[in-house]
């Protein structure tokens, strides 16, 4: 079998009647601002999430950090007094842990179908509206020359 070029071009298969090949694209854009809708939907839940759940975060992050400490001391010493040291502090992580996990609930449960959503526009809807329009997802292994200046600009103001 050839090998296929690492791009191809994109070209239109078929003659899209005007009237028609417009309806196609308002289509194709109300289908992406939906997508974007989702995507800015999920990031705010989360950041409410991120923001509500602080306090049991950190209790977790500090019960790590303290079963972190305690593996430590038990290679260091490996005696009985320090494994069971270790095995207090990750049970502790353990709970610690379910508490976040308690209190993230209704917010993943919000975000879950948001991703979902994301998810079947990236991988079927906008492809499939690419193709009724005549520009099939082709494999890009090497950024264009305006994606190339973009990202370099952004990565300037950083």
């Not at 298969?13 to 289908?31: C, K, W």
């Not at 193709?131 to 973009?150: D, N």
Request: net charge positive; charged share 35%.
């Amino acid at each position: 079998m050839p090998k296929q070029p690492a791009q191809q071009s994109r070209t239109t298969t078929e003659v899209i009647p005007e009237v028609d090949r417009l309806a196609l694209l308002e289509g194709f854009v109300t289908l992406v601002s939906e997508r974007w809708g989702y995507h800015t939907a999920r990031r705010l839940i989360m950041k409410d999430a991120s923001e509500k759940t602080e306090k049991e975060r950190k209790a977790s992050t500090e019960a790590s950090k303290a079963f972190a400490e305690s593996i430590k001391t038990l290679r260091k010493t490996p005696i009985p007094a320090n494994a069971q040291l270790a095995d207090k502090k990750e049970e502790a992580l353990k709970d610690a842990r379910k508490v976040v996990k308690d209190a993230r609930a209704p917010f993943n449960e919000k975000v879950k179908p948001l991703a979902d959503g994301i998810k079947y526009c990236d991988s079927v809807a906008i492809p499939d509206s690419l193709k009724e329009l005549g520009h099939p997802v082709v494999p890009q292994f090497k950024l264009s020359e305006w994606a190339q200046k973009a990202v370099a600009q952004t990565k300037k103001k950083a």
